[in-house]
């Protein structure tokens, strides 16, 4: 069987979007499937290599324009780019000819934006899936992104999606009711799930595990948060995990608000069963997120949260049972939450508990297996 994984991740970071198609590509490699993989955008090499190793073939949109007339003519003209990218991808695939491409978003509207793939989506007589792994709730499309993204959708033999609210956002902002959908879980990374000792000690440890990205994660409104006085006066400390963009403005707003002896920026860190073997709970202030992998994570380890009603928070965490659910993506309903989780801090060990037993019942242990068979039923 041969299939084609097409991501869109473009200019970001790699993150928990990418996981799933990795994984499942890499999967049916093992199983001696071929797989064709086309990359727009950053991926971590050692990723390739393993993707290769395994039989996979992988080629990047900027290596599609190999003549020089094209190269000098597509600077000049963004559609002759478009076109010639186009015609290539189209050549590669068909070529290929696989019995399925799965085109994999990091958001939710990277299709609408990305003329290349679009054209040749709309162009290709090979049977198509989409995922979506974001969403932005007040969002407005143009007219023109709408029709696109409609016609892709409704032409595609599966629409994925990682949460509810990321799917009616997107219904709702399209004006149509979409076929063929589906909801998808994303890998988490974590080698096992295994029993952690809790943390003993009477500094409540907290720890956020993003890109330090402000305007999606939400890091300033922690850091406003904590500038105050009460929570001066309180014992705790926040690691930052994470790299990203907005490093060096988090660092200046840090030592700008004597927060020094209180937040520390830890930068990345691969081994989550290690920082939750140090840390009593999760704190997610995200602005826009669907299905963050490391509220799971933190659940499987058997802690718990303060987050944010983003994604599909609300279908993981019971507000008040099993975490602490902040209405909006604001301070004040972020600072409510916090206080409201400090004055039952002599509970989070046993809510974390209950946070676990909700993970174990809900999560799919493999879910790159679980996406492979459904997607072997689309063929």
């Not at 509207?109 to 709730?137: E, G, P, R």
């Not at 609210?165 to 080698?191: A, D, G, H």
């Not at 014992?235 to 790299?243: V, Y």
């Amino acid at each position: 069987m041969k299939l084609v994984f097409i991501s869109l991740l473009k200019g970001k970071l790699w993150g928990g979007s990418e996981n799933l198609w990795f994984n499942t590509a890499l999967l049916a490699a093992k199983k001696n499937y071929s797989i064709l993989v086309v990359i727009d955008g950053n991926i971590d090499p050692n990723k390739i290599e393993i993707l290769k190793f395994f039989g996979a073939k992988v080629i990047f949109f900027e290596d599609h324009l190999t003549n020089i007339k094209d190269k000098l003519l597509s600077r000049l003209d963004k559609d002759y780019a478009v076109k010639m990218l186009s015609r290539h991808l189209e050549t590669k695939i068909n070529n290929f000819a696989p019995a399925l491409i799965i085109v994999n978003q990091p958001g939710c509207y990277d299709l609408a934006f990305d003329n290349i793939t679009a054209k040749f989506l709309t162009q290709t007589n090979s049977k198509f899936v989409i995922t979506f792994h974001s969403y932005i709730a007040d969002l407005v499309l143009t007219e023109e992104s709408i029709l696109k993204m409609t016609k892709l959708c409704s032409e595609a033999k599966g629409n994925y999606f990682v949460a509810k609210k990321q799917f009616n956002v997107l219904q709702k902002q399209l004006n149509t009711e979409l076929n063929n959908v589906f909801f998808i879980q994303n890998p988490i990374n974590l080698n096992s799930i295994t029993d952690l000792s809790y943390p003993d000690n009477e500094t409540i440890k907290f720890a956020m595990v993003s890109s330090l990205d402000i305007l999606w994660k939400g890091q300033d409104i922690l850091l406003n948060i904590f500038s105050k006085p009460e929570w001066q006066q309180r014992k705790w400390h926040l690691s930052i995990f994470g790299d990203g963009p907005d490093y060096e403005k988090l660092n200046n707003s840090i030592n700008k608000l004597k927060l020094t002896e209180f937040i520390s920026l830890k930068g990345h860190h691969s081994d989550i069963s290690g920082i939750w073997a140090t840390h009593h709970l999760l704190l997610m202030p995200s602005r826009v997120d669907a299905a963050p992998s490391v509220l799971l994570e933190a659940m499987a380890c058997g802690r718990t949260a303060v987050c944010t009603n983003v994604g599909f928070v609300d279908e993981w965490i019971e507000d008040g049972v099993t975490g602490f659910i902040a209405s909006k993506p604001t301070e004040e309903s972020f600072e409510i939450k916090l206080n409201e989780m400090w004055q039952q801090r002599s509970r989070l060990k046993e809510i974390g508990q209950q946070a676990k037993m909700v993970f174990l019942s809900k999560y799919v242990h493999n879910a790159d297996q679980a996406f492979l068979e459904h997607l072997e039923n689309k063929i």
